[in-house]
C-alpha cells in the first residue's frame, strides 16, 4: 500500500439538484483544487490513473457526480469509489449536499429552471424522486450539508473554511506605488493617499533618488505625521487582509500614492510590504511610477517640515 502521505486528496461532490453542487465546484477551484464535473462513470478509474501534467504538482482533486452524469448509478458510484480506496493511492472523501424539498421548490421557482428529472412535470416530482435515487450515496456519504437556510455566500464560506489546504489558493497580494499626477491604478482595492508627508522632492540632494534609498527614507520618516499614520495604516491592513481571504476574495491590490510615485509612496510601500511579510502575508511589489522623470510643475509647491507642539 502506499505511504498515506503521498495519496492524493479526492472529494466526491454529490446531492440533490438545486442543492449547490455548483457553489461548491466553483469554490473548491478558487482554492485551487482540480475540479471535474459531471464525468462520465465509466471514466472515473481511468482519470484517476492519469497523472497530472500541469505543471504544479499534485492537488487535492473534486469530482462532481450526480443523477445528471452519464451512467451514473447510485450502487455502481459506491463500488468504484470503494474499489479505488482500496488501492491505496487516494484518500476519498464523500460530500453529500443535501436540501429540504420545499425549499428547492422555491430555488426552481425562482430560477424558472426545470429539474432534471422532472422535464415535463411539477419540479416536486423530480426532486421525490431524486432523493428516492440519491439515498444509498446519501446514507454512505461521509459528510452531509444541508442547504435548506444557507445562502450561496454561506455555502461559500463553510467550504473555504473546510477545505482549504495549505499552499493552493489563498489571496494574491500585490502592493503598489503610484503617482497621482499620473492617474490613478485601475485595479487597486485599497489606495492610501501619501501626499500628506513631506515631499523629498524640493530636496536637491534627494531629487534623484527614490523612495528605496535609505536617505529618502529617513527624510520621510522624519514628518511629525509619519510613524503614527503609517502605523495605523498597518494595523488595518493587518485587520482586513484576513477578512478578505476568508470571504474568498483571489487578488487584493493596495495602492500608496504620492505625486510623482518616486519617493513618499516608493518608500511607504517598502515599508509595508516588510510589515505584512512579518505577519505572514506574501505581497508582490510594483512601482509604477518610479522610472519616471521628476517635474517640479506636478509637484506643487514645497511644504515647511512642521514640528508638534
Known amino acids: 500500500m502506499s505511504d498515506p502521505d503521498t495519496r492524493i486528496e479526492v472529494l466526491i461532490v454529490t446531492g440533490m439538484s438545486g442543492a449547490g453542487r455548483v457553489t ?5 477551484e478558487d482554492l485551487g483544487w482540480e475540479v471535474i464535473d459531471n464525468l462520465p462513470m465509466t471514466l472515473l478509474a481511468p482519470m484517476l490513473e492519469t497523472e497530472q501534467r500541469d505543471g504544479r ?8 457526480l450526480g443523477t ?9 458510484a459506491i463500488a468504484v469509489i470503494d474499489d479505488l480506496r482500496a488501492t491505496g493511492r487516494f484518500e476519498i472523501g464523500v460530500l453529500f449536499l443535501d436540501c429540504a424539498t420545499h425549499e428547492l421548490e422555491r430555488r426552481y421557482d425562482e430560477t424558472r429552471r426545470r429539474h432534471p428529472m422532472a422535464a415535463d412535470r411539477p ?26 437556510a444557507l445562502s450561496a455566500h454561506d455555502l461559500a464560506a463553510d467550504i473555504r473554511r473546510t477545505f482549504a489546504r495549505d499552499g493552493l489558493g489563498g489571496t494574491t497580494l500585490s502592493i503598489q506605488s503610484f503617482g497621482f499626477a499620473r492617474g490613478l491604478p485601475a485595479d487597486a482595492d485599497l489606495v492610501f493617499d ?15 533618488l527614490t523612495g528605496r534609498d535609505p536617505a529618502v527614507a529617513a527624510y520621510v520618516a522624519a ?13 488595518l491592513l493587518l485587520l482586513l487582509l484576513p477578512r478578505y481571504r476568508a470571504e474568498g476574495k ?4 493596495i495602492a500608496f500614492g504620492c505625486t510623482g510615485g518616486k519617493h513618499r509612496s516608493v518608500h511607504v510601500a517598502e515599508r509595508v510590504a516588510k510589515r ?34
Open 24 to 28: 461548491v465546484m466553483k469554490t473548491l
Open 57 to 64: 504538482g499534485p492537488r487535492p482533486l473534486a469530482l462532481g
Open 68 to 76: 445528471q452524469t452519464r451512467d451514473f448509478d447510485p450502487e455502481t
Open 123 to 148: 419540479a416536486r416530482d423530480g426532486i421525490v424522486g431524486e432523493r428516492s435515487c440519491l439515498a444509498p450515496l446519501r446514507a454512505w456519504a461521509n459528510r452531509l450539508v444541508d442547504t435548506t
Open 194 to 208: 501619501m501626499r500628506f508627508l513631506r515631499n523629498p522632492h524640493w530636496d536637491d540632494a534627494l531629487r534623484p
Open 223 to 235: 514628518d511629525p505625521a509619519y510613524e503614527e499614520a503609517v502605523g495605523r495604516v498597518e494595523d
Open 250 to 253: 483571489p487578488y487584493v491590490t
Open 276 to 309: 505584512l511579510r512579518e505577519a505572514g502575508f506574501s505581497p508582490t511589489i510594483v512601482h509604477r511610477d518610479l522610472a519616471s522623470a521628476p517635474q517640479d510643475a506636478l509637484e506643487g509647491r514645497p511644504r515647511p517640515m512642521t514640528t508638534r507642539p
